[in-house]
Nanobody, 126 residues
């Protein structure tokens, strides 16, 4: 059983940057694809980015390509989401999750992930 805790959210002006962290305990995550999702008020939780266990493969939603970077430090059992050029439409609660199956599949489906953290609020003002 793994526990994930997101941190690093906050209030930022449009054009600014934030770096989110996802710290894991209870299990080593080096073999698992990790994903970031976000959920804005009144909207469904949506895929943001994913990274393979070794960090060699990354995937980004079209809405964040070129602005967000996902990375991981397996020695620290931590995954990061660097968010640059933030816009008001990026406002949401951001969640970290572990893909259920081992290996990288390219899945962007919420149901393929588990061990969701509590989320961290990101608010971008215009």
């Amino acid at each position: 059983q793994v526990q994930l805790v997101e941190s690093g959210g906050g209030l930022v002006q449009a054009g600014g940057s934030l770096r989110l962290s996802c710290a894991a305990s209870g299990r080593t995550l080096s073999s698992y694809t990790m994903g970031w999702f976000r959920q804005a008020p009144g909207k469904e939780r949506e895929f943001v980015a994913a990274i393979s266990g070794g960090g060699t493969i990354t995937d980004f939603a079209d809405s964040v390509k070129g602005r967000f970077t996902i990375s991981r430090d397996n020695a620290k059992n931590t995954v990061y989401l660097q968010m640059n050029s933030l816009a008001p439409e990026d406002t949401a609660v951001y969640y970290c999750a572990k893909r259920i199956r081992l290996g990288y599949s390219g899945s962007r489906i919420k149901a393929d992930f588990d061990s969701w953290g509590q989320g961290t609020q990101v608010t971008v003002s215009s």
